[in-house]
């Protein structure tokens, strides 16, 4: 079963960064997806960023392209996103997703199952003006 631990988060003002990182354990052999979601109140659950996990392939939203990068360390079985020029709107709970590709991983074609997905138990960014 795989287990995914986020940490990271915290409150920035406008224009700085933070940095996230995704601990994942249990993870097989087999091809998968790592990516990073968010949820503000109110509002649904997005995909921000993904990564197939031992390849370069990155994905990004449209909303945090050029500001966020995904990153991985196979070694630690880590997937990182930095986060930087920081906006209020950004201010939302992020968390940490694992499942097999589809297509690949990027954001407008793969989604994470429902029954099949691992997501971790998130981490608040909170970005003030």
């Known amino acids: 079963q795989v287990q995914l631990a986020e940490s990271g988060g915290g409150s920035v003002q406008a224009g700085g960064s933070l940095k996230l990182a995704c601990v994942a354990s249990?993870?097989?052999?087999?091809?998968?997806?790592m990516a990073w979601f968010r949820q503000a109140p109110g509002k649904e659950r997005m995909g921000v960023a993904s990564i197939y996990f031992g390849g370069t392939n990155t994905h990004y939203a449209e909303s945090v392209k050029g500001r966020f990068t995904i990153s991985q360390d196979i070694e630690k079985n880590t997937v990182y996103l930095q986060m930087n020029s920081l906006k209020p709107e950004d201010t939302a709970m992020y968390y940490c997703v694992t499942d097999e590709p589809y297509m690949g991983c990027a954001l407008h074609i793969w989604t994470p199952g429902r029954d099949s997905a691992s997501w971790g138990q998130g981490t608040q960014v909170t970005v003030s003006s």
């Open positions: 249990g993870l097989s052999d087999s091809p998968t997806c």
